[in-house]
């Protein structure tokens, strides 16, 4: 099988793995901003199959025209990918089907929404509506920092990094949920599900969950529930409403939902979609199919997963991230970074951003979260283990990692 894979980055090289692990011929083949022009190159390829990695390119549309060009393909439509291209857009879907989801308000016009701050208690969590690679969140201690965050979205300054969906800028104000997060992915063709392994990303830049919101820093799958049932609520109060919903409402959906949840005293609780695999969670989720990719990919693609069987191994990973000095302001580019020839058993590499530098095992820095570590183990212990050991091995001058993923 021949297939595209839309994307240069961690979850994409995870992707490219596991593809060809299932015995595909794999190309993977950059983003770039003209549609159109993208789905040219794609199409030059001969797919037989094409699976877009980034959220980007799936608001833009570019699902919708490679299906117009007769490809099969592993992504939502623009009208569905809105679920992830905006916020408003999301609430306003959990609303109309029941989702729990915490409390908020969207506005438009800065002045109303300073206006209603002047009102509210912190904390309190701003939203930049649009795509904003992960980092367009602001959980604000004080009323001071939600207003500057108020400020930044509508100034441009919140780090939006693709197309908005509608014509205007917009912010989602809502209330602070407590507990733990939990992220669960599913396989859907708009009627059938699978669920993926559950997983849980690290999203802040410093151990203790501190320091900048990032892209995130690491994640370990599956997760240890604290009660067996949570699944199967989950399940019935969100994931099959959410499914109900899209086909109701006719939004075509072929490949994968991201659900970020908060565990809350209150119960499960959705945070956001994302309309593609995580990054990192790809990383450490995918490393556990046991199934074959390119099939159970391309049965999605086509509408047919309720005949695939979806098994996983019996394992555990945890994905550690290593970013580049300065990340995620200002990540610095040419850093030098060595990787032994043979990090060990239970391993996996995946470039996020790293460049060739000329010799073996020699590489520089050409992204933020330059290179995504994954150890693999019988269990979560050994899994994490095995990740920072060969962390340990990397040589990577100004390296910026956390030490407790997974702890």
């Known amino acids: 099988m021949r297939v595209v894979v839309v994307g240069s980055g961690g979850r994409e090289h995870a992707l490219d793995w596991v593809l060809r692990a299932g015995g595909a011929d794999v190309a993977l083949v950059g983003v770039d901003p003209d549609v159109e022009a993208l789905a040219e190159r794609i199409a030059a390829h001969g797919p037989d199959l094409v699976v877009i990695g980034p959220e980007a390119p799936l608001v833009a549309g570019l699902a919708d025209v490679l299906r117009g060009r007769g490809l099969d393909v592993f ?8 679920l992830e291209g905006s916020k408003v857009v999301a609430k306003a879907f959990m609303s109309r089907w029941g989702v729990p989801t915490a409390r908020y308000l969207a506005f438009d016009n800065p002045s109303e929404a300073l206006a209603y701050l002047a009102t509210a208690t912190a904390p309190i969590v701003v939203k930049d509506s649009g795509l904003a690679a992960g980092k367009g969140v602001t959980v604000a201690g004080t009323l001071e920092e939600a207003e500057a965050a108020v400020r930044a979205v509508f100034s441009g300054a919140a780090g939006a990094s693709g197309p908005q969906v509608g014509a205007r800028r917009e912010v989602v104000i809502e209330e602070c949920l407590s507990g733990r997060e939990l992220t669960v992915m599913l396989l859907t063709d708009g009627a059938t599900y699978r669920l993926l392994p559950t997983a849980r990303d690290h999203k802040r830049l410093c151990d203790g969950d501190t320091g900048e919101m990032t892209g995130g820093m690491g994640v370990v799958a599956p997760v240890a529930l604290p009660d067996p049932a949570l699944l199967a609520t989950i399940e019935e109060t969100v994931v099959k409403p959410v499914v109900a919903g899209l086909a109701a409402e006719g939004l075509f959906y072929r490949g994968v939902l991201y659900i970020g949840l908060m ?3 209150d119960g499960p609780k959705v945070l956001e979609f994302n309309v593609r695999f995580g990054d990192p969670e790809a990383q450490a989720v ?23 069987s979806v098994t996983w191994r019996a394992a ?31 391993v996996l590499l995946f470039a996020g951003g790293l460049a060739p530098a000329g010799g073996p095992g020699a590489y520089v820095t050409s992204g933020g979260r330059a290179l995504n570590v994954v150890g693999i183990g019988a269990s979560a212990a050994e899994a994490r283990a095995s990740a920072y050991a060969a962390v340990e091995r990397i040589s990577f001058p100004g390296a910026q990692y956390r030490t407790d993923i997974g702890a």
Request: glycine share 10%.
């Open 286 to 308: 995918l490393p556990l199919l046991a199934s074959n990719a390119p099939e159970l990919f391309r049965a999605v693609a086509r509408g047919e997963l309720a005949s695939s």
């Open 75 to 82: 992504g939502p439509s623009r009208e569905a990918a809105a």
């Open 263 to 265: 565990l809350t005293p």
């Open 316 to 346: 555990h990973t945890a994905c550690v991230v290593m970013a580049a000095p300065g990340y995620p302001a200002a990540p610095l580019a040419g850093v030098p970074v060595s990787v032994p020839a043979d990090l060990g058993e239970g």
